[in-house]
């Protein structure tokens, strides 16, 4: 088993970036992505796997048939649906959830994105990854998951951050208009 230890907290976005270079360099074939709050349920990773051998990216979904959520108020589920359909609009995804964490891509995949013109250091790099991978031909696809919302321990998004979230997906959209290879 593999640790990579970072000087302190740089950024979600950028975590998880370090986290496919070190699959690329190393050959990986398969690299999940999840929580480690327990919101995820570690249960769910065989179906991830089972379909990236069709797909190339597979989404572990809130919002797909037989997806759910457990623990939100209905503010929280409203802030989240609404960050999805701005994300589906600004980016052209087709998929439902864009904001979730909890994935599996084909590292050969991967490889194909220049990881340099990733702009998210925080949390929209799920979207902004999603786009990407859009933009080189990758095939995705949808499974549910149940949420379950933390018991223990702080959330890491602030205000400042959300709000930096959406300013980026807005960003990389309006760019993409004016520059295809964005
Ligand atoms: N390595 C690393 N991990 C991070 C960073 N920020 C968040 N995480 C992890 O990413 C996961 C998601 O972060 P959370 O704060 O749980 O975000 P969330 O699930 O959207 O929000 P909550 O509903 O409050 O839990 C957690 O497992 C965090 O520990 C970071 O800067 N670096
Ligand atoms: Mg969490």
Excluded: Q
Excluded at 8 to 28: C, D, F, N, P, S
Excluded at 81 to 97: E, F, I, S
């Amino acid at each position: 088993m593999t640790l990579l230890r970072r000087d302190g907290k740089l950024g979600l976005g950028t975590a998880v970036v370090a986290a496919i270079r070190h699959a690329v360099e190393h050959g990986y074939d398969l690299l999940v992505n999840m929580d480690a709050d327990w919101s995820h349920d570690p249960r769910s990773i065989p179906a991830l796997i089972e379909a990236a051998n069709r797909f190339d990216v597979v989404l572990g979904s809130r919002y797909t048939r037989g997806g759910r959520i457990e623990g939100w108020p209905l503010f929280r589920r409203l802030m989240s649906r609404t960050v999805n359909a701005y994300a589906r609009l600004m980016l052209g995804l087709r998929t439902k959830d864009n904001s979730g964490s909890f994935r599996c891509y084909r590292v050969d995949v991967l490889r194909k994105i220049d990881l340099r013109r990733i702009r998210s250091r925080g949390y929209s790099f799920f979207e902004e990854i999603l786009f990407r991978l859009k933009n080189v031909g990758a095939v995705s696809t949808e499974i549910p998951i149940t949420f379950t919302d933390r018991r223990f321990g702080r959330s890491k998004i602030d205000k400042k951050e959300a709000v930096l979230a959406i300013w980026m997906i807005f960003r990389i959209g309006v760019s993409s208009i004016f520059d295809r290879r964005t």
